[in-house]
């Protein structure tokens, strides 16, 4: 069955603290996985699009890589600002995959 | 820039009135979506639209159904709005490819009494 797991579900940081977010997948034929930001009551933002292993994309403290079977996005540094809900998707030839995010949390 | 509006961010009906939500995009994206999210159950898509007058049902249409008479618009239509469609409405849009990036709207937080 296809699918998209995120984790944590939850992560609470120290400014400046770096981490990981995940983003495991398990589908037929990936077109590509897509990184989102999701500030309460909006909509998502789109940050990356990755298609290939072994890609990576860089946008200010946001590094997002990608392997056959997962998709990380490094915060280096957080500022509270950075604070918000991330959402990866997968998309196949037919469809389009979303996780149920990992909200972060940047404690000054 | 690319650019999805939604016609309310903020709606209140009643049980069993007739309920329209509007999307526009501005890039001439061929294909159109919308999803409700509620807490818990991430995105769930509900319909999709692929070119002018076409759809195509998601995961979760029961209860719904579209309109798009132009590409640039998409309309959710709620037939007899129930307290189980309260959510967070979102409309998408996307170049071509269904697994192109879809860009979001601001999001319509819609409340049904």
């Known amino acids: 069955e296809d699918q998209v797991t995120q984790s944590p579900e939850a992560l609470r940081l120290q400014e400046g603290e770096s981490s990981s977010l995940n983003c495991s997948y398990t589908v037929s034929g990936l077109r590509g996985l897509f990184w989102y930001r999701q500030d309460p009551g909006k909509g998502p933002e789109f940050l990356f699009t990755l298609y290939s292993a072994g890609e990576e994309k860089e946008k200010e403290r946001l590094k997002a890589t990608l392997t056959k079977k997962e998709s990380f996005l490094h915060i280096t540094a957080p500022k509270p600002e950075d604070s918000a809900t991330y959402l990866c998707?997968?998309?196949?030839?037919?469809?389009?995959?979303f996780g149920t995010g990992t909200s972060l949390t940047v404690i000054p | 820039d690319v650019k999805v509006t939604q016609s309310s961010r903020y709606l209140v009906k009643r049980t069993g009135e007739k309920v329209f939500l509007e999307c526009v995009q501005d890039m001439d994206h061929e294909n159109m979506f919308w999803y409700r999210q509620d807490p818990g159950l991430g995105l769930r898509l509900i319909y999709f639209?692929?070119?002018?007058?076409?759809?195509e049902k998601g995961d979760i249409p029961e209860g719904y159904s579209v309109s798009r008479e132009k590409k640039e618009r998409f309309s959710l239509i709620l037939e007899s709005a129930s307290t189980n469609q309260t959510s967070m409405y979102l409309c998408a849009s996307s170049l071509s490819g269904l697994t192109d990036t879809q860009y979001f709207g601001p999001g319509t937080r819609l409340t049904v009494l």
């Open positions: 639209s692929y070119d002018v007058k076409m759809k």
């Open positions: 998707a997968v998309g196949t030839g037919n469809q389009f995959y």
